[in-house]
């Protein structure tokens, strides 16, 4: 795990020192990032960390080393390489699917909705699906696409649920949460083991 606290020259060290990069999730991320004033329902903002994951995901992408990115790792990784955010899904966007668990008194492994996956994409071969059963627990989600992704899932509703870039070793991100599925679901734990595979490689 880097600190949030260290200088640019120590985070450059702890990288360099990784073979992969994985980002979790947590608060939101700051709005100035990506050019807009906080909505009202807009919280638990770090600016340190949003800074700090900024950094990683720009080095991992420009490097080519292998970075996954889950929940708030899908948003840091958008607004990082110039991407925006739906600031609150209920009143921001005419969703008819349950994305947080939290309202719905859900258990962390408990199906909220489907996503439906892109044919031939990373992610569709990792879990060998193209409709899966996730979790959700997430009031914000990718707006405007940051520049060399793709969309590789979405909600029912047209949430996107993940992206990827296809000529990278290895840059996935998924708006769920897997690491929360994996004693009971094994393609949720392929995620993990196919970062790894990639990480392990270089």
């Known amino acids: 795990m880097a600190p949030v606290t260290i200088d640019e020259h120590e985070l450059r060290s702890l990288f360099n020192m990784a073979d992969g990069v994985l980002l979790s999730g947590g608060g939101d991320v700051d709005p100035g990032a990506y050019g807009e004033t906080a909505h009202e329902k807009t919280d638990y903002i770090d600016k340190s960390r949003d800074l700090t ?72 071969k990792i879990v060998e699906n193209r409709h899966v059963g996730v979790n959700s627990f997430h009031h914000q989600a990718v707006k405007r696409l940051a520049d060399g992704f793709v969309i590789t899932s979405r909600a029912p509703d047209g949430i996107v649920e993940g992206m990827e870039m296809p000529d990278k070793r290895f840059v996935v991100s998924v708006q769920w949460h897997p690491e929360e599925m994996t004693t009971v679901r094994a393609d949720m734990l392929n995620l993990f083991v196919k970062f790894v595979a990639a990480s392990v490689v270089a």
């Open 53 to 124: 994951e900024f950094l990683l995901t720009r080095w991992a992408v420009a490097e080519d080393k292998p970075i996954f990115g889950i929940c708030r790792g899908i948003q840091a990784m958008n607004v990082a390489l110039g991407g925006s955010l739906v600031q609150d899904i209920p009143s921001q966007w005419d969703a008819p699917v349950k994305h947080n668990g939290r309202y719905e008194n859900a258990t962390r492994d408990e199906v909220l909705h489907h996503v439906s996956v892109e044919g031939g994409s990373r992610i569709e």
